[in-house]
């Protein structure tokens, strides 16, 4: 007897892919948008003298939960972490600056002329609820100065995101500042604000309930309506600065008044890391809602550097979100130019024909004449409307008897009339119709 057939496994793939939950694809026709912020960082960076350093994507987790700080949101809640086959504990960078000072300080950069500064571009991490303008993988610019406390460089930071942003075309921003202090005076704070809170610990919602404990400052930052309530009546840290910081604040302040850059001060903002001091700020479009994210954000870190194992280190630095520039640019309609596209288009018809376009088109490339072709295609009236969509200047064809014969056929796309001319011809021929200077 025949024994009963063993049902089929199902198949343990999936039908369709889809790229993971906030995390998405950014197809050619957008792609404008992101070569001109990159170009215009790079321009900008070069002109305030910041160089570029690239760091891994992946870091050892430790460097996020000591630098960032173990009870913040980032650590807490959004880091992507792995084990990998060697047994490592890794996490995919969720945000730049513990990286940068890890790179700083493993490359001797300490020992450069200071300030260093430093700028990156390139993908962060983060597990949050994604909604618009906010996705799991995002892209920032990042610029730190290591090496300086003056607080002339805060405000040379702010006026650098607006640079790059007015350059974008986004205008109309305001900055969003406010001072936390240093590790003399914020204590003083924290336990003003722990007493504020004590009579309303019940009111808060169960995340600022345990902010209490941990994190207190981040009780004045959260979004909840009952939350941004109470927050309303906490007493302001500007009310318990030390001189220094005071000093400082108001130095920064007065250099913004210099720059003409507009501000207002927002005793909320608090930043959700834990190594920020002093003055923290955000860049924000005038006309935004709160519920959405910032444009920019950073602040100064006077003691991460110690903290990483280097020696007392000042330092300041800040993050443009690129994901929400290019949304910005595309709400505000900001134009931006298309490359040049080709003037020539090269058909080919026949093997003869299509063998010789191969050599033809590298030839073309390298006299600088920007041309597209259809190499796969086999019929002329196909590749004649590719040409014809592409709005090219002149079609080159190159049939079998034109191979055979060592001639082209030139074709003006205007006048609709055309020339055959020796194949070694033509690029000289193409350079006097385009007025080509050679
Ligand atoms: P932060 O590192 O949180 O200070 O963020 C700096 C900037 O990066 C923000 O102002 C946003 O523009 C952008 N940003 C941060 N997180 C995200 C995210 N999840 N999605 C998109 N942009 C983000």
Redesign the pocket.
Known sequence: MPSNPKPKPKPRYKKSFQAPKGMRDILPEEQIYWDKIEQTIKNLADAYGFKLINTPILEDSELFIKGTGIYTDIVEKEMYSLRTKGGDKLSLRP?FTPAIIRAYLENGLSSLPHPVKLYSIGP?F?Y?RPQK????Q?Y?ANFEIIGEKDPILDAQLIQLSFSINNALGLKNLITQINSIGCTKCRPIYKKAIMSFYRKRKKELCSNCQKRYQQNPLRLLDCKEKKCVQIAEQAPPIIDYLCEDCHNHFKNVLEYLDELEIPYILNSHLV??LDYYNKTVF?IWPEDEERRQ??????GRYDKLVKLLGGKDTPAVGF???L??AVNQMKEKGVKVPLKSRPLIFLAQLGDLGKKKSLKLFEDLRKAGLKTISSLSQNTITSQLKIANRLQVRFTLILGQKEALDKTIIIKDMLSGSQEIIPLEKVIDRLKKKLKHKT
Do not use: F, K, N, V
């Open positions: 945000e962060i983060r949050e303008g906010r996705y799991r995002s920032q930043r959700g955000e994210i910032a444009l920019a954000g950073g993050a443009i979100g994901d929400r």
